[in-house]
């Protein structure tokens, strides 16, 4: 159960992905994970796999995989994404986002990292003609 955001405040999560994908071809996801148990990088890549990986035409997906109970966050870009956005983009923007958990900020900590996330995509990947829809914009939980 989640107990770090209340329902506002997912559906504030869900609609920042949605602005933050109507600028790109890019696809955002957030997970959070309730699990305690295991290696944390091990359980992201694992969602990132079934959630995201080899989802999307351009292999432009994003997953957020948050822990709050460990404040324990993973940032896992498609081959797509990872390809051209700098990984000390990835870097500062984890490091923003551990120090708004570690002050209990997590609703902030993730819209403002989906947002900015979504100005990022749309760099490398501005949409031309349609834009479906390739993923689920809702959060999901395990």
């Known amino acids: ?6 329902e506002y405040q997912m559906a504030s999560l869900v609609e920042a992905i949605q602005t933050a994908e109507n600028n790109s071809t890019g696809e955002i996801r957030i997970h959070i994970d309730s ?3 295991g290696n944390n990088a091990e359980i ?16 432009n997906a ?9 404040q324990y966050l993973t940032i896992i870009g498609d081959e797509g994404i990872h390809q051209k956005v700098h990984q000390s983009f ?3 923007m984890h490091d923003r986002i551990t120090r708004e ?3 209990g900020n997590y609703h902030d900590g993730l819209r403002n990292a989906v ?7 749309k760099k490398y990947f501005p949409i031309s003609g349609e834009n479906p829809n390739e993923l689920p914009n809702e959060i999901t939980f395990s």
Do not use: I
Request: include cysteine; glycine fraction near 2%.
């Open 101 to 103: 958990f570690s002050a």
């Open 90 to 92: 990835w870097n500062a």
């Open 62 to 70: 994003v997953l957020f995989h948050a822990n709050f109970e460990q």
């Open 1 to 6: 159960m989640n107990t770090y955001l209340t």
């Open 44 to 59: 992201a890549f694992e969602v990132f796999k079934r959630l995201c990986k080899d989802k999307t035409a351009e292999r």
């Open 115 to 121: 947002l900015e996330t979504g100005l990022e995509l």
């Open 35 to 37: 699990n305690t148990e």
